[in-house]
């Protein structure tokens, strides 16, 4: 399939009860040790790869994916061109991940994900 969703992110107002939420609900491991904080969930091979974790800077609880792409901002600029809005220019965090955000005509914001990190 071109351009997969190849991650998932679940924002709460409390990331600890958010991964406690979901690890009692289905079971997922969920690890959060890492300089971020980020609660990374393993999918133990099977469906996609997500995260968990708390709302900061005034953001809202949330649900997003993200979808690998071999050009962030061409991506980027067709979704503008198409009636969507950048929330997020390309951003790269060192060693991690390069990553972008817009927002479609309707409101939703979808994550986008280099693709091949």
């Known amino acids: 399939m071109a351009n997969p969703v190849v991650?998932?992110?679940?924002?709460?107002?409390?990331?600890?009860?958010?991964?406690?939420?979901?690890?009692?609900?289905?079971?997922w491991a969920i690890d959060a040790n890492n300089p971020m904080n980020y609660g990374?969930?393993?999918n133990g091979g099977q469906g996609i790869n997500g995260g968990i974790a708390g709302a900061e800077n005034g953001d809202q609880p949330h649900t997003m994916f993200y979808v690998a792409v071999p050009d962030l901002?061409?991506?980027?600029?067709?979704?503008?061109?198409?009636?969507g809005k950048v929330l997020m220019p390309v951003t790269e965090i060192p060693n991690t991940v390069?990553?972008?955000?817009?927002?479609?005509?309707?409101?939703?914001a979808?994550?986008?994900?280099?693709?091949g990190m």
């Open 73 to 83: 901002q061409a991506t980027l600029d067709q979704a503008t061109s198409l009636g």
């Open 98 to 108: 390069t990553l972008a955000v817009f927002q479609d005509p309707d409101g939703n």
């Open 40 to 42: 990374i969930v393993d």
């Open 7 to 27: 991650h998932f992110e679940i924002i709460g107002k409390d990331a600890g009860k958010a991964r406690q939420f979901y690890s009692s609900l289905f079971g």
């Open 110 to 115: 979808i994550g986008l994900i280099k693709d």
